[in-house]
C-alpha cells in the first residue's frame, strides 16, 4: 500500500524556536489529481438541518467555525487544513487487520473538515471525529474514477499547545497525546503501547479476535496491523525516514525546516510518479495566543516546485478564487449515481499557470533557473514579512484580508512572465 502516502509532522517546543509548534503534511495523491485551497466562514445553522458530506448526509450543528483547506476538488472534505481556533489536522491512509468497508460512509477526508469545522481545541476535535466514527463509519471510494480505492485513517491534529496522534481500525481507535518534541504519521499504525484515550471495546475486540492474548501490555499497532513494531523505527519506509528528519534538526525546527522535510525527495516524503505530492501545507502555532496562527498552503504539486503561500484568520476574508476549481452542479459526478462515469476538468487559474510553468522548467534550463529564482524571491519575501508579524505583534488586517489572494496573484504573474516570452 506504500504508492498512496502522505505524511504528517508536528514538532513541539523544546524542539522547536521560540516557543511555537509547527505542523506540516504533505498530501500525496493521483499525479492528475487536483487540490485546491478554500475558504469557508464561520455560520450558524438552523436546528435539524442536515449536511452532505461527499457521500452521505449527516446531522448539522448549531455552528461552524471558519476555516481553511486543501482538499481535492472533487470532494466535500479535506485532506488537511487549519481553523480559526489555530486547530489543525492531517489524514492519512492505513490499512490492518480490519477489513476496509467499501460502503459509502465518511470519508477520513471528511472527518477532517468536520472536525476543524466543529472543535476549538485539538482534543475536541479528536472528540468529534470519534464521535462521528461511532454514529456513521467510515468507508467510500477515495479516488475520483473508475478505481475502487478504501482505506482506514489515521489523524494527526494539533493546536497553539498541544497535539494528539488518533489512529482508527473501522470503528475502533486509539489516541496518543504529544506535548513536547515531534512526531510524525504515515501510512501505517504508530500508536504502540503510549495509549492516552481509546474506543471502550478495543482491547476486547482485538483479544476475541485473537490478536492479543490479554496478558502482555497492549500495542495498539501490533494487535491491529501487521507491524513488528520493534522494527518500525528501524527501516527504511517514510515514517521512519521522516521522524529521522525531525530529529536531525530537533531543537532547532522553524516552519522553514518543515518545510524543507515536505521538500525531501531521498526520503520519499516529496513523492514523485503515478502518486506524486499533489499539495502541501505548513503551519506556525505560537503558544503565545496574542500571535496569529500562520497557515502556508502551496495549492499545486511538489513542494519543491511550488510556492508557500500565507494565510491568517481575520474577518471578511472572501473566497480565494485563484485557488478554487469549477463547479459542476447540480451535475457533479461524484453527486450523480452511478458516481464517476465521467472525470471534468477541475483545474483552478494557479494549477493551470502552474503546470504551464512546469513544461517551461522541463525544457528550458535557462528559463528554469529564472522561474525557480523568481518562486524563492517570492517566497523568501513572504517569509520575512511573516516573521516580522510575529516578532513585532504587529498584525495590519486590512493588508491581511487579501494576504493569500496576493500571493496566489504574484505566484501567476511569475509563470504567465515566463511562459508568455
Known sequence: MEPCSCDTFVALPPATVENRIIFGKNSDRLCDEVQEVVYFPAAAHNLGEHLKCTYIEIDQ????YAVVLSRPAWLWGAEMGANEHGVCIGNEAVWGREA???E???LGMDLVRLGLERANTAENALNVIVDLLEKYGQGGNCSEGSMVFSYHNSF???????AWILETAGKYWAAEKVQEGVRNISNQLSVTTKIDREHPAMRNHAKQKGWWDGEKEFDFAAAYSYLDTARMMTSSGRYCEGYKLLNKHKGNITFETMMEILRDKPSGINMEGEFLTTASMVSILPQDSSLPCIHFFTGTPDPERSVFKPFIFVPSISQLLDTISPTFEPEDPVKTKPHFQIKPDRRHPLYQKHQQALEVINNDEEKAKTVLDDMRRLEKGLFKEMESIL??????VDKVVNLFTQCAKDEIRIYMSNTNS
Do not use: S
Not at 450543528?61 to 461552524?64: D, G, K, Q, R, S
Not at 494527526?156 to 498541544?162: G, Q
Not at 516578532?391 to 495590519?396: A, P, T
Open 61 to 64: 450543528v448549531a455552528e461552524t
Open 100 to 102: 476496509v468497508c467499501d
Open 104 to 106: 459509502e460512509a465518511l
Open 156 to 162: 494527526l491534529i494539533a493546536d497553539r499547545n498541544e
Open 391 to 396: 516578532q513585532n505583534k504587529r498584525l495590519d
